[in-house]
């Protein structure tokens, strides 16, 4: 599961011990050699499913890390394509590996807070990839309000997500067991490490992006193995 020039268990326990924007900062020179990078082939899928070469005008990519979605975005933006992520030291890789990226749209990465976008009506698309299980189920309604409003009318909210196991599948049990182990993290230390699997499960999201105003739509079987689980989702911002 994890690469020799990843962190080290000893790392990735100071990491869980630390708040999240610290704990990502910590890891971030050794971030790309995890598991919790979003792999390139789902980027990749994500970004054909966006559109071709210079098709979107502004995009926007919610907790960017070091860039993997930020990579495949900009060679279909005209205007800008941005990162937002509220780790100085993730973004600092970001700014490193984007300066080879290909793609002529000027990069902007902004330190800021997901569940506060500093965005109104400014982007075409807004993707967010491996970075919801950063949003609480509390904080869902929050989150998915500023990604509406940094949409301009007819933008698209374009993210992966999956149902959720079934108790007889054993990552229903890890997952689960995962979260019970963060819950009680979370209570008894601060500041808090909030990152929870089985959040965005689809059906279940697609009421919350209704609410915000969203026309949804689902794809499966748009991403190989071993994704083959993995759900797209477009949420759409009505025109006018
Ligand atoms: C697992 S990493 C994923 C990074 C990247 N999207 C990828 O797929 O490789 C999660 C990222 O979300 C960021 N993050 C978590 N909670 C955040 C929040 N509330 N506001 C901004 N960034 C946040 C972290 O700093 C980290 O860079």
């Not at 907790?63 to 100085?88: H, I, K, N, W, Y």
């Not at 950063?134 to 990604?147: C, L």
């Not at 374009?158 to 963060?182: D, I, K, L």
């Not at 009680?184 to 915000?212: C, H, S």
Request: glycine share 10%; with cysteine; hydrophobic share 45%.
């Amino acid at each position: 599961m994890f690469h020799p020039q990843g962190p080290s268990f000893v790392e990735l326990m100071r990491q869980a011990l630390a708040s999240t924007e610290h704990g990502y900062d910590l890891i971030a020179p050794k971030f790309d050699y995890t598991p919790f990078r979003t792999p390139a082939p789902v980027v990749t899928a994500l970004a054909q499913v966006i559109g071709g070469p210079g098709s979107v005008g502004a995009a926007l990519d919610v907790c960017c890390g070091t860039g993997a979605a930020l990579r495949q975005l900009r060679p279909l933006c005209r205007d800008r394509v941005v990162g937002v992520d509220f780790s100085r030291g993730m973004l600092d890789e970001a700014r490193r590996q984007l300066a080879d990226a290909p793609g002529g749209a000027p990069v902007e990465l902004v330190r800021g807070d997901a569940l506060d976008l500093p965005f109104a009506a400014e982007f075409d698309v807004v993707t967010c990839v491996g970075a919801l299980g950063h949003v609480q189920p509390g904080d869902e309604d929050r989150f998915i309000a500023g990604i509406a409003r940094a949409l301009r009318p007819g933008g698209r909210f374009v993210f992966a997500t999956t149902r959720a196991p079934a108790p007889t599948e054993p990552w229903f049990w890890m997952a689960h067991g995962f979260n019970a182990v963060m819950r009680v993290r979370n209570a008894l230390l601060k500041p808090q490490f909030i990152m929870y699997y089985l959040t965005f499960m689809w059906p279940d999201i697609r009421e919350t992006l209704v609410r915000a105003g969203f026309e949804v739509t689902a794809e499966r079987d748009l991403f190989a193995k071993p994704y083959q689980r993995a759900i797209l989702v477009r949420a759409r911002k009505p025109r006018g």
